[in-house]
């Protein structure tokens, strides 16, 4: 079956460490997207990625990484440099950038600063 | 600039009861795309309509249907006849039509049916 995949479902982290929340998707899908959901602030997007080897920062990129090297593959890794990580972080993609197809979207990663 | 405004951060309603969960964007754009998504506790967004900007149709499918004004930037979402499984988040997004694909999200709306 197609479709994005997200791991680890639950992620806990020490406070300046990094870690790395991995988004895989056998949909052939061009496009990716990296976003962050905090209660009652909607989605934010932090990264994007219409091709491999290419990304461009979203609104709230700060204290976030990110690799293109494969189509099918768009980790995102969170520093020590971000303040506040707790959040859950929802993966994207789309068929292109072609404004008209809608956004497939993985399970999600729950991340927890102690 | 994009905005989506959700006004609405929760609402509750009792099974078999109708709901409109309203939707209102900012653009300047003359081309652009309208989708609503539903989060289930689960988590995962699921997807349930787009509407380009030049397609002012209502659109109906089973007991949800959406109501597209562009004299008034609206896309609201009913759902007639509302089930317990019909609670979950709810958001509103818009696309720009002339730039990469991004979304631009509403705060999103809680919604419980009660049975």
């Known amino acids: 079956d197609g479709g994005i995949t997200q791991s680890p479902k639950y992620l806990f982290r020490k406070e300046g460490q990094n870690v790395t929340l991995s988004c895989e998707q056998n949909l052939n899908h061009d496009a990716m997207y990296w976003y962050r959901q905090d209660p009652g602030q909607g989605l934010r997007l932090i990264y994007y990625s219409q091709i491999v080897n290419d990304f461009q920062k979203g609104d709230i990129a700060e204290g976030y990484s990110v690799s293109r090297e494969k189509k099918e593959s768009f980790p995102l890794t969170v520093t020590s440099a971000q303040k506040n990580p707790t959040a859950f972080y929802l993966c994207?993609?789309?068929?292109?950038?072609?404004?008209?197809?809608?956004?497939?979207f993985g399970p999600g990663t729950r991340l927890t600063v102690l | 600039a994009q905005k989506v405004t959700q006004a609405q951060t929760e609402i509750s309603v009792v099974e078999k009861e109708d709901v409109t969960l309203d939707c209102v964007y900012e653009t300047r754009d003359t081309t652009y795309y309208l989708f609503w998504y539903k989060q289930p506790p689960s988590g995962e967004l699921v997807f349930l309509i787009r509407r380009n900007s030049f397609d002012e149709q209502n659109e109906i499918s089973g007991r949800y249907s959406w109501n597209f004004q562009k004299s008034t930037s609206s896309f609201n979402f009913t759902i007639t006849a509302s089930q317990v499984v019909d609670s979950a988040v709810y958001f509103c997004?818009?696309?720009?039509?002339?730039?990469?694909?991004?979304?631009?999200f509403g705060r999103g709306t809680q919604l419980t049916v009660w049975p």
């Open positions: 997004a818009l696309r720009r039509g002339s730039t990469l694909g991004r979304l631009y």
């Open positions: 994207a993609s789309s068929p292109r950038g072609d404004s008209y197809n809608e956004q497939f």
